[in-house]
């Protein structure tokens, strides 16, 4: 297939054939984690038929977010951009993107009365009808976003490296990229993908973790973190003798555009960071990554990279960070984070 046809499968797949989740041949697009108290109470105030039709693989929802302008990309029917709407609060702004009209069609028929439920006296959020690999051709700049999601979208990208360029085009220096998605063991055998459900069903354009880690790299995020972790299961027995020698991973994933401060290796100087407690959904402990887990005033060395996402971004303001770059120990003691282990499990480090 060329990148066209791909395109016009994943629209037919996605605004003609599924008609809510329960059409899912796979877990591919059920989100493995615990949705937090406060994101379930603003969900109960979305529509029914938005949250029918929601096929997202996590929750790449960050904190702090009061006042953000945030890109949702491959925003579908609009179930995260209206949860975002409420926490980025009436001083935020939310923009969605997505190439299926049936689905903004849907998203945009419930912004009215949304807005009122909320209680907002305009919208705080808007819908682009386009590609998340030209995201100029819908109207977003330069250094004009604080914070990109995507929720089991960017697998289904022809042009994978274009999106990531985008989204660090359009991040303002120090914003933040969480997103979940679709990752695998192994690079997918051409023939897979351009299977038509193993590509809508997010599985088709898995990447391989380690041409992502490239990727990243290459388009400028030099030090991404993976958050969390699950295992997808191939419940379709069709699927499951296609594709069943592949292992496929659910990931949420966090990366920063910090170009002048992060660093390929994880370097010590010394550091230290003490979460000060004082982001109101996160009072006891704060979450950067599957590895660092930051308990409310105890003391946790850190690497430089470590450091600067935590004082050179949005988070500057929940935390103390004690020392500076004036003396190198050499790197910090870690190593990379095992990604899709043959086991499934996961082992903590740096980047």
Same mark, same amino acid.
């Given at each position: 297939? $060329?990148?066209?046809?791909?395109?016009?499968?994943?629209?037919?797949? *996605? =605004?003609?054939? &599924?008609? $809510?989740?329960?059409?899912?041949?796979?877990?591919?697009?059920?989100?493995?984690?615990? +949705?937090?108290? !406060?994101?379930? /109470?603003?969900? @109960?105030?979305?529509?029914? %038929?938005?949250?029918?039709?929601?096929?997202?693989?996590?929750?790449? +929802?960050?904190?702090?977010?009061?006042?953000?302008?945030?890109?949702?990309?491959?925003?579908?029917?609009?179930?995260?951009?209206?949860?975002? @709407?409420?926490?980025?609060?009436?001083?935020?702004?939310?923009?969605?993107?997505?190439?299926?009209?049936?689905?903004?069609?849907?998203?945009?028929? !419930?912004?009215?009365?949304?807005?009122?439920?909320?209680? *907002? /006296?305009?919208?705080?959020?808007?819908?682009?009808?386009?590609?998340?690999?030209?995201?100029?051709?819908?109207?977003?700049?330069?250094?004009?976003?604080?914070?990109?999601?995507?929720?089991?979208?960017?697998? &289904? $990208?022809?042009?994978?490296?274009?999106?990531?360029?985008? +989204?660090?085009?359009? &991040?303002?220096?120090?914003?933040?990229? *969480?997103?979940?998605?679709?990752? @695998?063991?192994?690079?997918?055998?051409?023939?897979?993908? %351009?299977?038509?459900?193993?590509?809508?069903?997010?599985?088709?354009?898995?990447? *391989?973790?380690?041409?992502?880690?490239?990727?990243?790299?290459?388009? =400028?995020?030099?030090?991404?973190?993976?958050? @969390?972790?699950?295992?997808?299961?191939?419940?379709?027995?069709?699927?499951?003798?296609?594709?069943?020698?592949?292992?496929?991973?659910?990931?949420?994933?966090?990366?920063?555009?910090?170009?002048?401060?992060?660093?390929?290796?994880?370097?010590?100087?010394?550091?230290?960071?003490?979460?000060?407690?004082?982001?109101?959904? !996160?009072?006891?402990?704060?979450?950067?990554?599957?590895?660092?887990?930051?308990?409310?005033?105890?003391?946790?060395?850190?690497?430089?990279?470590?450091?600067?996402?935590?004082?050179?971004?949005?988070?500057?303001?929940?935390?103390?960070?004690?020392?500076? !770059?004036?003396?190198?120990? =050499?790197?910090?003691?870690?190593?990379?984070?095992?990604?899709?282990?043959?086991?499934?499990?996961?082992?903590?480090?740096?980047?």
């Amino acid at each position: 297939m $060329s990148g066209i046809d791909i395109r016009a499968e994943i629209k037919a797949y *996605y =605004g003609e054939e &599924l008609k $809510s989740s329960v059409d899912l041949k796979t877990s591919a697009c059920c989100s493995f984690e615990s +949705i937090p108290e !406060h994101h379930k /109470a603003i969900l @109960s105030q979305i529509d029914d %038929e938005i949250l029918a039709r929601f096929y997202g693989c996590g929750s790449p +929802i960050p904190a702090q977010l009061k006042g953000c302008r945030v890109l949702d990309l491959g925003c579908g029917t609009g179930r995260d951009v209206y949860l975002l @709407s409420k926490l980025v609060g009436s001083q935020g702004h939310v923009i969605g993107v997505d190439m299926t009209e049936d689905q903004l069609d849907v998203a945009q028929r !419930h912004c009215d009365a949304q807005m009122k439920v909320f209680g *907002y /006296a305009k919208p705080n959020v808007s819908f682009k009808h386009g590609l998340i690999e030209d995201l100029r051709a819908v109207g977003i700049e330069d250094n004009s976003v604080d914070v990109a999601v995507s929720n089991c979208v960017i697998n &289904l $990208s022809t042009d994978k490296e274009q999106v990531f360029k985008e +989204i660090y085009r359009v &991040l303002k220096p120090g914003g933040e990229l *969480y997103f979940s998605d679709v990752f @695998s063991d192994r690079r997918i055998p051409a023939h897979l993908g %351009e299977h038509r459900v193993l590509i809508g069903e997010c599985l088709g354009g898995a990447l *391989y973790v380690e041409d992502f880690r490239r990727l990243m790299e290459k388009v =400028g995020f030099i030090d991404h973190r993976v958050v @969390s972790q699950a295992p997808i299961e191939l419940k379709d027995p069709e699927l499951e003798r296609l594709a069943g020698m592949i292992r496929f991973n659910s990931l949420t994933v966090r990366a920063f555009k910090l170009t002048d401060t992060l660093e390929d290796r994880c370097e010590d100087f010394g550091q230290m960071a003490i979460y000060k407690g004082n982001e109101p959904y !996160h009072p006891h402990r704060f979450v950067l990554d599957d590895h660092h887990v930051f308990e409310t005033g105890k003391s946790m060395a850190v690497c430089g990279n470590t450091a600067a996402m935590l004082n050179d971004t949005r988070y500057a303001e929940l935390f103390d960070i004690r020392g500076d !770059h004036s003396i190198h120990f =050499g790197l910090f003691d870690c190593g990379p984070s095992a990604v899709i282990a043959k086991d499934n499990s996961s082992t903590g480090a740096c980047c």
